[in-house]
Nanobody, 126 residues
Framework: QVQLVESGGRLVLHGGSLRLSCAASVRTFSSYVMGWFRQAPGKEREFVAG????????YYADSVKGRFAISRDNAKTTVYLQMNSQKPEDTAVYYC???????????????????WGQGTQVAVSS
């Protein structure tokens, strides 16, 4: 069983920056693709960013490309999401997720992920 705990969510001003963290309680962290998703009220959960097991490959939703950056520290079993130039439409609960296995695949689909955190709220004021 893998436990994921997100932190760092808070209220931020339009145009501001924020870094989310997701700590994983697993020794084989480097065997998992990690992803960040978000869900706004009344909307479906959507993909934000994904990172390969080694950290060498990243993928972003078009809506955050150029503003957000995903990274990971396998020694600390933690994945991060740096969010810059934030917009009110970034307001959502942000979730990290873990997908076992390092083969290439569809990282953007929530149902392929094996484990999820409880989420952290991000609110961007207009």
């Amino acid at each position: 069983q893998v436990q994921l705990v997100e932190s760092g969510g808070r209220l931020v001003l339009h145009g501001g920056s924020l870094r989310l963290s997701c700590a994983a309680s697993v020794r084989t962290f480097s065997s998992y693709v990690m992803g960040w998703f978000r869900q706004a009220p009344g909307k479906e959960r959507e993909f934000v960013a994904g990172i390969s097991c080694s950290g060498g490959t990243t993928y972003y939703a078009d809506s955050v490309k150029g503003r957000f950056a995903i990274s990971r520290d396998n020694a600390k079993t933690t994945v991060y999401l740096q969010m810059n130039s934030q917009k009110p439409e970034d307001t959502a609960v942000y979730y990290c997720a873990a997908l076992y296995g390092c083969a290439a695949g569809s990282w953007t689909t929530p149902k392929v992920y094996d484990y999820w955190g409880q989420g952290t709220q991000v609110a961007v004021s207009s």
